[in-house]
């Protein structure tokens, strides 16, 4: 395992939206943190949490008339919502307007209700037109784990995606029918797109992690950039597969 930032490599001006489950919150802030030597904006187009504890420099939830114009730094921006616990999207025309000011734009794009793994309605994840990577996340520790309501946010439709029987045990084969489902976790993906198999904290579970890779079709591999093994808190990575 190296570095995870030296995984990404991210050059020049990108607009990066992570969606799946499984750590989208930890690897968002890991990455700006990475980059904050440049002009950063971390923001949702779903909703987040309101990060109390989190590193940025300037925060912008009412009057969004200088964002982008403070210089370098993690800039936070969306609107206050949920009786000011949580933040939203930010308005389309201020996003659009601003998106020139920053260097990298991290979205968390996507939610699953802190369960380790989803199924997606027709209007998830919310990735905008102007995304230049996607990252999809899933983690290998919800392997032997029993497939069931505390484990999958939107049970049926993970059901329905996978063909998996719900009080069944979540096998790495299970993993690839997700990642791979046309209604899974690239249904709605832009730009490049980086899948990173999370929670990676053992050999063992290095294996499989590959052999998740092993499984997933041809097909969607050619839509694929590169596959991650990572570790986001120990901020530990190792690239698998690249084109």
Partial sequence: ????????????????????????????????????KQNVLVSTTTKIGYPVNRPYDFFYSENFSKLGKDGKGITLAGN????????????????????????????????????????????????LAETTITIGLIPISVLGKCINQKTVHR????????????????????????????????????????????????????IQAKKVLSLLPHMLLKRLSKVIACNIQSGEGSVLWEK
């Avoid at 750590?23 to 968002?28: W, Y």
């Avoid at 616990?85 to 998106?99: D, H």
């Fill in 1 to 36: 395992m190296e570095a995870l930032i030296d995984c990404f490599n991210l050059q020049g001006h990108q607009v990066v939206s992570l969606i799946g489950s499984g750590g989208k919150t930890s690897l968002m802030w890991y990455l700006a943190n990475h980059y904050r």
């Fill in 80 to 127: 206050h919502t949920s009786g000011g616990y949580k933040l939203s999207a930010l308005p389309a025309t201020v996003f659009q307007e601003s998106l020139h000011y920053f260097d990298k734009v991290f979205l968390e794009a996507d939610g699953s209700k802190q369960l380790p793994l989803k199924g997606w309605e027709t209007f998830e994840p919310v990735i």
């Fill in 155 to 206: 049970l049926p439709l993970f059901l329905r995606a996978t063909g998996a029987i719900q009080g069944a045990q979540i096998k790495e084969e299970t993993l690839a029918e997700i990642i791979a489902s046309p209604t899974g976790l690239w249904s709605k993906s832009q730009g490049q797109r980086i899948l990173c198999i999370n929670q990676v904290e053992t050999e063992e579970q290095l």
